[in-house]
């Protein structure tokens, strides 16, 4: 059975997405911890009510950056972590945890990679640069996670038309409807089947 490790720092949609689809649909996979970067997370609340370890771990609190990369890496080596999930972790991760997950980390981008992404593009920030250049259709992107931000093999993708009147609230919360909530999950029971190979910078889906 696949241990997963999730990362969060906010509100816990994709967490929760992610959760249901886990037992909706039987993906041969356990979440065994959630780790979030902010105390006030409420997705540590979404992981509490579904009886999962639910901790912060902040990067303040380690001397660098380097000894909270190890520390994460080491919290989810511990528990046979197979997979860590970063559902809305707004904390860049360095190499020494990349490294130490190779591909077996997944990101969710709410954008169509290569667009919109990259340094400076997280949160609402990428759906106010998607209406501020008028492209008609947007979405989002499941990836393995590389040194290089948003930078690492695309897994899923889905696209999610853009309305006149959108604002980018209402943008943002349309494509975690109709693209996050569903690639997320999709990408993850892939995975766990041992479905997705992935070959130089491109990932191969054994469907
Ligand atoms: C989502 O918009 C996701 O695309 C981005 O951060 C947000 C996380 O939201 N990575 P939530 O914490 O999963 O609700």
Redesign the pocket.
Known sequence: MLKIGVL????????QAIMDAIDAQGIPAEIVSVVSSNPNAY?LERAKNKGIEAVTMRKRDYADAKAYDLALAEHFKSRGVGLVV????MTILGEDFVNAFENKIM????ALIPSFCGDGF??LHVHEAVLEKGVKLTG?TVHFVSPITDGGPIILQKAVEVMDDDTPEIL?KR??EQA?WKIFPEAIRLFAEGKLEVVGNKVRIKR
Request: a negative charge; charged letters at 5%; aromatic letters at 8%.
């Open positions: 969060v720092s906010g509100g816990g949609t994709n967490l997705a970063l559902a809305g972790f990101n969710i981008h709410p997280y949160g989002a943002q494509v975690m996050e």
